[in-house]
């Protein structure tokens, strides 16, 4: 099972980033998908979740309207399109896969908002 996510990087207040998170070992497509971010000295937090077919999505209230999430159950992919970044958007994005009670996680990726 792989995780494997893309995409981070340095970037200027009111930037945009392209998350990607590769998936394989599993049954992609029967797994809710899920992005979640740590900043230093913080706790892990949800970011946004999109359901098994992609039909439903749920977005923290920070992001709410900025970022996006997708998925692509053909290429076993999900997605963060995260716009009019902001300083406190700086941390490691992590994706998930869940279904029931099994979880996997990715390494995750930094993105940093700076000038």
């Known amino acids: 099972v792989q995780l494997v996510e893309s995409g981070g990087g340095l970037v200027q207040p009111g930037g945009s980033l392209r998350l990607s998170c590769a998936a394989s070992?599993?049954?992609?497509?029967?797994?809710?998908m899920s992005w979640y971010r740590q900043a230093p000295g913080k706790e892990r937090e949800l970011v946004a979740v999109?359901?098994?077919?992609?039909?439903?999505?749920m977005y923290a209230d920070p992001v709410k309207g900025r970022f996006t999430i997708s998925r692509d159950n053909a290429k076993n992919m999900v997605y963060l399109q995260m716009n009019s970044l902001k300083p406190e958007d700086t941390a490691v994005y992590y994706c998930?896969?869940?279904?029931?009670?099994?979880?996997?996680w990715g390494q995750g990726t930094q993105v940093t908002v700076s000038s």
């Open positions: 999109i359901g098994s077919d992609g039909g439903s999505t």
């Open positions: 998930k896969g869940r279904m029931r009670v099994v979880e996997y």
């Open positions: 070992g599993f049954s992609f497509s029967s797994y809710v």
